[in-house]
């Protein structure tokens, strides 16, 4: 019986066994049947990323994706896991699985600290790793959610060494950017700007300034067509473009296409503006108070002059409100890249309408960009590139013109009104229009017509073939367009149509033209040798021919039948008009060869040789060398337990590079017409200088690149030393000469300075949290002139010469003036510093007051992103300049007169014997307490919140059922605080838009606006 039962158990519990292992399978099957899929793409345009890796956390079990960048992997059935995706040069990323999901689609980014990122260094590409040059590359994802114009905008804050100030906050209006400090007096100082490989023009295609403010070409050109720039800021990076590099170089890349499938993207933003600040100004009430004052302090009767509390002050215009409005900003943009292995295309149109804040101030513009690739067969290989963009600029007068909009509004008496009780405007015919110098405000803004039409292309083609093995040949031709047209009629109801005596009071029109372009050839050959895997030749040898010429015409007309009849040829009298035509050249040949050796040792060597129309014929070829070294410390054998550092490279360079950037034939000794008792004819205009020749600047920068921790700390730090002379100055020279100067190289400008660049990853978990700084100190100097003497520049200050000197052992931008010492508590009258002790204040007693250039300047970035969220914070400031209130002439003239209204700063005016203020007394006809001082001069130095922005990534599972492969909609805002002890609306702006000699300067200019705005990007 036991041997039965036994024998029973065993078959019985060997039959469970049986089951529990086919159970067992069965689980198993049923555990390994669970998959995952998805696709893997770059989260900068949506292309695959094959080769991820994509593993079970924790676990064994992972693979990878492949050419496509689709994947599919078996997880267990139940239960939540983590997967881990990962590859070189991408920021790793953790997502957490649930029960229910099959499906996990992944956007990349790059790394931070990759290496191996291509940057483009001029004629030619390199790693990043190799870089021994101080180059700055700003991707186009920093700027995605800012609303800005134009590409130099968007370099605000975001480099190191890069100064870049608004001058004003008209729409489309002029940028003010600088690379290093100021170079030259009198030539250009704005960088070189090259668009795939083509120099553009981007200067103002206008040619009415408008009050100081210039238009400006790049706004022309379409941000979001730009993947990415590259600021070239040493001789090493730009010598290789010689005669036109002394300025520094901005590379501009624009987006093209992939090996992928199509991707369509379409992007909405729109928003609205206002200007960050209002200025402060006395009401009726408070005007009359002062102006009676102002006329009794002088002996006079108020009374008699009209000026009669309770009725003169009947009406109370705030004329700033009457002009400025809420601008409306709308942009819309679609674009669609892709291709195969053999043809890759990008193509975009985008339509962009703001609305300025000033009444009939609108710009508009119209885009689009083409890219092409193609190749033909495995040696050759063609390209191009087409972007193209129309705008429409309505303008209103601002700035120093009397009749400006803002500046009108600012200064006009608030005793008057804009419409009369029939609501139309006052015009110079009426009762109730005040003459000059206030006008009517709201008329000169709605009633003028000035319209600007622009149209600028940028073409080029391009074939590249390797005739052997690592040698290639690549020849491209292409051009930059620019075309302007103006239309300006300025109505009977405004200022110069109706009031101004020599135009006749009915109507004056204006129209004017400018065509220029630029034809570009260049040609390329590159060869590339590697000798045993260690050491490692690269070689370049090209030539490039430019040539520009330019055409520009304008005719005017006035005595029009009515303003219904608005052109030229309805014009009673045609009588003024003129043509011009320029051109010039630049014939250049070019080299570079670059060394490494084991990716340690990194030299290269590079120079141009220029020849320009625009010098005389002794001096016009030269020859622009540099050399730079770098030393990869991190690849040393010692380094190898230093394991913190990730990467570490010292680095520098020494050389030359150039400015030719002044107007042509400027060596000739040349003939004008002349009219004298009634006859005409020609006679001497300039005398010849066959030596004229470029500035040429010195260049040596040392600095290092490190990374910490794999790259969660990187520094970037750059100390330089730049020396120009031969400046480009029209030398004075004794009148009696019959010429008063004559065009010369003399003088010598010193730019010193430190830069740095810090970045980390602060947090890298769910929440990700990174920040990037940039702090720049530039030491700038006039070295050397051609005598001591004072050379004034600016405005004309009351009582003291000019606002701007420049004078040896002082920066550009040099503020002059008297030193205001206070206000007398006894007399209210200005104490002056009586420099030479006459006892008197005189011209003679003028002196250094200030200057505008900033100390410190630079950025700071805060990006978090956590799941399909992602919010930064850019705040932009300068430090240590300062800047002329030269409105405060106007709105704090102590009596000098009493046609302009007055700042509420008015208000604290010395009034009686014992009062102690900073404002002197009013007195009528007083010019003595006006004088321009340092009493004008404020500290400019500000902290700006530039931009906000936050944005959301819908989940994928909701946009692929509606056929989408994503959608992020976002929120910005831009200007949002100032922290600053200027009294003005706004410490950036400067009257004189783009000058280097009087910059920082704020008369009557219009403050910067703030824009707050949404938006939604759709790819498909």
Known sequence: MPAIFTNYMMKYYGRIWLLCLLLSGVVSNAIAQRVITGKVTSVADSSPLPGVSVLVKGTTNGTSADAEGQYRLSIPTSGTVTLAFSFIGLEPQEITVGNNRSVVNVEMAESATELNQVVVTGYNQTQRKDVIGSITSIKSDIYKDVPVVGVDQALQGRAAGVQVSQSSGTPGGGISIRIRGNTSISASNRPLFIVDGVPVEVGAVSGRSFGGQQDNTLAIINPNDIESLEVLKDAAAKAIYGSRGANGVVLITTKRGRNNKTTITADVQRGVTQIIKRPQLLNSAQLIELQREAVTNAGQDPDKQGLIAGVTDGVDTDWVDAVLRQGVLQQYQISASGGNDRTRFYLSGSARDEEGVQLNNRFTRYSGALNMDHKATSKLNFGANINMAVSKNNRVKGDNFLDGVYSGAIKSLPFYAPF??????????????????????????????????????????????????NLRFRTKFSMDYNNAEEDQYESSGTAIGGFLQGVGGKGYGVYSSYTGYTLINSNVLTYYLSLNDKHHFNVLLGNEIIHSQARSSNVQGRLFPSDDFTYIGSAGIVDNGSSSFGQNGLLSFFGEIKYDFQDRYLLGFTSRYDGSSRFGQNRRFGLFPSASFGWRVSQEKFMENVRFVSDLKLRGSFGFTGNERIGNFQYLGTWASATYNGATGVGPNNLSNPNLQWERTREANIGFDAAFWNGRFSVTADVYSNLTDNLLFAEPIPLTTGFGSIQGNIGQ????????????????RAVRWSSDLNLTHNLNNVAMLANNDTLFRGYSGNGVGGTNAVLQGQPLGTFWGLKFMGVDPATGDAIYDDVNGDGRISPEDGQVIGNAQPKLYGGFTNSVSYKGFDLSVFFQFMYGNKILNFTNTSLLNTGSDIQDNQSIAALRRWKQEGDETDIPRYILGNTYNSFHSSRFLEDGSYLRLKNLSFGYNLPTRWVTKAKMSSVRVFASATNLWTLTAYSGPDPEVSTIDGSTVAQGIDFFTLPQVKTVMGGVTIKF
């Open 420 to 469: 009369n009780e029939q609501g139309k405007l006052y015009g110079p015919n009426s009762i109730g229009y005040a003459g000059f110098p206030n006008f009517n405000p709201v008329a000169q803004a709605v009633l003028p017509r000035f319209v600007t039409h622009g149209l600028k292309m940028i073409v080029g083609v391009n074939a590249d073939y390797e005739i052997i093995k």
């Open 749 to 764: 400008i010193s730019n010193k300075g430190v830069e740095l660049t810090l970045s980390s990853v602060n947090v890298d």
